[in-house]
């Protein structure tokens, strides 16, 4: 089992930053990739950036050059800065992790929301 909680969401106005963490216990040998996907009201939940064990990573076309996913392993936490947030970023942001068995585990989410 893998335990996962984030922070760092909250109000801010558009064009500004916001970064959000999400830090892994319990079983956390057997994580590989680690993510952040969003759920806006009436949408359905979708990926924002993930980062691989060793550091590739991919992101939605909608934030490409405004957020940047990172990891620090020694830290078991995974990071999401957001840059030049605009109002259709407003969502739950929730971290996600894929450990080695195929298992996918999400935290409890955190809301972002960005102001016009």
């Known amino acids: 089992q893998v335990q996962l909680v984030e922070s760092g969401g909250g109000l801010v106005q558009a064009g500004g930053s916001l970064r959000v963490s999400c830090v892994a216990s319990g079983s956390i040998f057997s994580i590989n990739d680690m993510g952040w996907y969003r759920q806006a009201p009436g949408k359905q939940r979708e990926l924002v950036a993930r980062i691989s064990s060793g550091g590739l990573t991919n992101y939605a076309d909608s934030v490409k050059g405004r957020f940047t996913i990172s990891r620090d392993n020694a830290k078991n936490t995974v990071y999401l800065q957001m840059n030049s947030l605009k109002p259709e970023d407003t969502a739950v942001y929730y971290c996600?992790?894929?450990?080695?068995?195929?298992?996918?585990?999400w935290g409890q989410g955190t809301q972002v929301t960005v102001s016009s």
């Open positions: 996600n992790v894929l450990n080695r068995f195929g298992h996918t585990y």
